[in-house]
């Protein structure tokens, strides 16, 4: 079955610096790779996603880009403000999500004011 | 997440009882996950249904763990009898006809004491 591994597993920066995520999936199969990002006590929201056929995808503040070839993606956020600070997992899935999502294991971004 | 509600939000239970939590999804989806969540193991898939029927149910941890949805707006997930180990958090999820993107609920917060 498919692994993802994700890192750094806790992440400060300071507010408005930019924050890099990475993580690395396993099954070359996989061909949808969605962000969530989790506040306390929330179920996690799905902030971004990219399909294997494209490299990579901006919406305002946060991009995703993705390595086929290496079988690894990334979350990028630029200008960092403190509404940022969450857990957030990578995810991988084949059939578009339809099997289900295999998630990473979350990185704790802390923004410091 | 305000497609999806589930019950209870939050639940404390002696071990060896019986256990069961609901999710009303929005209509329109064609797919729908239980997942669990804990510090140790992260976001799990226990099992999911495609058009009301279970289609892999190997995340399920035990025999104790079962799942039904008899119709497309509602499922229940059971734990018989229930042990503290199980205490997690219980999301249910579902798959979006359009864009194929998975929603989450806000979660059923379980302690088995």
């Known amino acids: 079955g498919e692994n993802v591994e994700q890192h750094p597993s806790t992440l400060s920066v300071q507010e408005g610096d930019s924050a890099v995520i990475k993580c690395t999936y396993s099954d070359s199969a996989s061909n949808y790779f969605p962000w969530y990002k989790q506040e306390l006590g929330k179920g996690p929201q799905l902030i971004i996603d990219?399909?294997?056929?494209?490299g990579e995808k901006k919406d305002q503040r946060i991009a995703v880009t993705l390595n086929k070839t290496a079988k690894h993606f990334s979350l990028h956020i630029t200008e960092t403000q403190p509404e940022d600070s969450a857990v957030y997992f990578c995810?991988?899935?084949?059939?578009?999500?339809?099997?289900?999502?295999?998630f990473g294991k979350g990185t704790h971004l802390i923004i410091q004011p | 997440d305000a497609g999806v509600i589930q019950s209870p939000r939050h639940e404390v239970t002696e071990m060896g009882q019986e256990v069961t939590l609901r999710c009303k999804p929005i209509s329109g989806h064609n797919s729908l996950f239980w997942y669990r969540q804990t510090m140790m193991r992260g976001l799990e898939l226990l099992i999911y249904?495609?058009?009301?029927?279970?289609?892999?149910d190997s995340g399920m941890p035990e025999d104790r763990f079962s799942a039904k949805m008899p119709n497309a707006s509602f499922s229940t997930l059971k734990i018989q009898p229930s042990e503290p180990r199980d205490s997690a958090v219980y999301f249910c999820?579902?798959?979006?006809?359009?864009?194929?993107?998975?929603?989450f609920g806000e979660g059923s917060w379980l302690t088995v004491v």
């Open positions: 995810a991988a899935s084949g059939w578009g999500g339809a099997d289900g999502l295999t």
């Open positions: 999820a579902f798959l979006t006809g359009s864009g194929n993107t998975i929603y």
């Open positions: 249904f495609n058009n009301n029927v279970p289609i892999d």
């Open positions: 990219i399909r294997s056929n494209v």
